[in-house]
């Protein structure tokens, strides 16, 4: 399996739709990152190799050409001094590096062709890993909110109890209240009516105020005698 071949799944993974279809984005973003970066750096070493191949062949691409020109130039020398043969030996030579020279051409091709698409799978990588850097951020942003949400709800929901505790006591002290009031109104209405008769007459029996006063006065005349 050629490098492209192992990594092609990176050119065509779509890092948002990734994302979307994560049960846990915090905990998977975190782990999908592990991996990635593990990736980025096997992409950025094949890179580096595929890179390095193009510019080596390259090279030879180009030391090739400057040979064809070199026979070429020879062979035109070999004409101006009049040597035929000299310049169908240079010529020659010239034929068989140009032959050489259409295969570097063709491996070139495809070495820079494959760097080229190494370079742009290699920035895809970085770039989606940054965008999940970006997009873990954000999850995480809203997970604590969601925490908090929800501790703000828990908190509504004891003051919603608490209150609803404070009127059900209120309650029932209006209700200890009105049932202490009936019980003193029945205590009242259970006492015997007074009978206006009966007190007077205990008024005027126990009456003894004018015999003390009589008594009084009779024995300061006794002793005014004296």
């Known amino acids: ?25 915090e905990k998977m973003i975190d782990q999908y990152l592990r991996e990635m970066t ?23 691409v180009e030391e090739n050409e400057a040979e064809v020109k070199k026979y070429e130039e020879l062979a035109k020398k070999a004409i101006q001094a009049g040597n ?25 091709a495809t070495a820079h062709e494959n760097a080229i698409k190494m370079r742009e799978m290699h920035d895809k990588l970085a770039k989606d890993i940054e965008t999940l850097k970006a997009r873990r951020n954000v999850i995480k ?9 929800e501790t703000m709800n ?9 209150e609803s505790a404070m009127s ?4 029932m002290e209006e ?16 006492q015997e009516p007074v009978d206006e008769a009966t007190a007077l007459e205990e008024q005027y029996a126990n009456d003894t105020s004018a015999t003390v006063e009589e008594e009084l006065s009779r024995l300061k005349e006794e002793m005014n005698q004296n």
């Not at 593990?38 to 030879?60: G, Y």
């Not at 035929?84 to 070139?108: C, H, P, Q």
């Open 141 to 149: 942003g809203k997970m604590s909110v969601a925490e908090a949400q």
């Open 84 to 108: 035929d043969d000299d310049a169908r030996v240079f010529l020659t030579k010239k034929n068989e590096i140009e032959s050489i020279g259409s295969g570097l051409a063709s491996s070139y």
């Open 175 to 190: 209700k200890a209240d009105r049932m202490l009031d009936e019980a003193n109104a029945m205590s009242e209405l259970d």
């Open 168 to 171: 059900n006591f209120e309650r």
């Open 38 to 60: 593990d990736d980025l750096a096997e992409v950025k070493r094949s890179t580096a190799s595929v890179i390095a191949e193009e510019k080596r062949t390259k090279r030879e």
């Open 154 to 162: 828990r908190t509504a929901t004891t003051s919603r109890r608490s």
């Open 1 to 25: 399996m050629s490098i492209l071949e192992r990594f092609g799944s990176i050119i065509n993974a779509n890092i948002n739709n990734i994302i979307d279809r994560m049960e846990d984005p």
